[in-house]
Nanobody
């Protein structure tokens, strides 16, 4: 059974930092591209960042480039999102995803972790 468990969310002041973690189990971690999405009430989930299994060329949404850093530890089967210079508009529920395949993609989601940014 695949499980993705996020942690590290919380309340932070604007300009502050948080580090999210996503611990994966029940899958061959090295075979999956990992990523983060976020969602605010009333809006669709939006892509934040992604990283392939070989850790080459992480990619980011324009809104977080230069402020967020995605990384992964293939031995610990854990992915991270370091979020710096947080803005009120970054407040959302952050979801971890694991993708495998091309064309037809199998995607798993975590349960989400809340990030709140006070102005």
């Amino acid at each position: 059974q695949v499980q993705l468990v996020e942690s590290g969310g919380g309340l932070v002041q604007a300009g502050g930092s948080l580090r999210l973690s996503c611990a994966a189990s029940g899958l061959s971690f090295r075979d999956y591209t990992m990523g983060w999405f976020r969602q605010v009430p009333g809006k669709e989930r939006e892509f934040v960042a992604g990283i392939t299994y070989n850790i080459d060329s992480p990619y980011y949404a324009d809104s977080v480039k230069g402020r967020f850093t995605i990384s992964r530890d293939n031995v610990k089967k854990t992915m991270y999102l370091q979020m710096n210079s947080l803005k009120p508009e970054d407040a959302a529920v952050y979801y971890c995803i694991a993708d495998r395949g091309s064309g037809i993609v199998t995607r798993y989601w975590g349960q989400g972790t809340q990030v709140t940014v006070s102005s």
